[in-house]
């Protein structure tokens, strides 16, 4: 049993940055595949980006390239997700998952999801 908790969403202007947060408890991320989905409103959840166990594999969506950067604390039990240049369209709902399957950008592969943190972008 994995529990994650999201942190530092927020309301901020387009062109602003967030680092959002995800706290792990119950068992330690080392072994674990981790990534970040985002559900907008009137949208299906989407994939954002993932990185595995390791830290060595990271993969982003398309969407979010040369503007995110997902990293991992292992020692902190810490996912990370830097957000640079946000625009109005990444406002959503933004969760962070656990999964120690090899296919890291599909959400059926995440066994553990935390509840959200909302990041709004105003334009």
């Known amino acids: 049993q994995v529990q994650l908790v999201e942190s530092g969403g927020g309301l901020v202007q387009a062109g602003d940055s967030l680092r959002l947060s995800c706290a792990a408890s119950?068992?330690?991320?080392?072994?674990?595949?981790m990534a970040w989905f985002r559900h907008a409103p009137g949208q299906a959840r989407e994939f954002v980006a993932a990185?595995?166990?390791?830290?060595?594999?990271?993969y982003y969506a398309d969407s979010v390239t040369g503007r995110c950067t997902i990293s991992r604390d292992n020692a902190k039990n810490t996912l990370y997700l830097q957000m640079n240049s946000l625009k109005p369209e990444d406002t959503a709902v933004y969760y962070c998952?656990?999964?120690?399957?090899?296919?890291?950008?599909?959400?059926?592969?995440?066994?553990?999801w935390g509840q959200g943190t909302q990041v709004t972008v105003s334009s």
């Open positions: 119950g068992r330690t991320l080392r072994n674990y595949n």
């Open positions: 990185i595995s166990w390791s830290g060595d594999n990271r």
């Open positions: 998952a656990a999964s120690m399957s090899m296919v890291l950008t599909t959400q059926s592969s995440y066994a553990y």
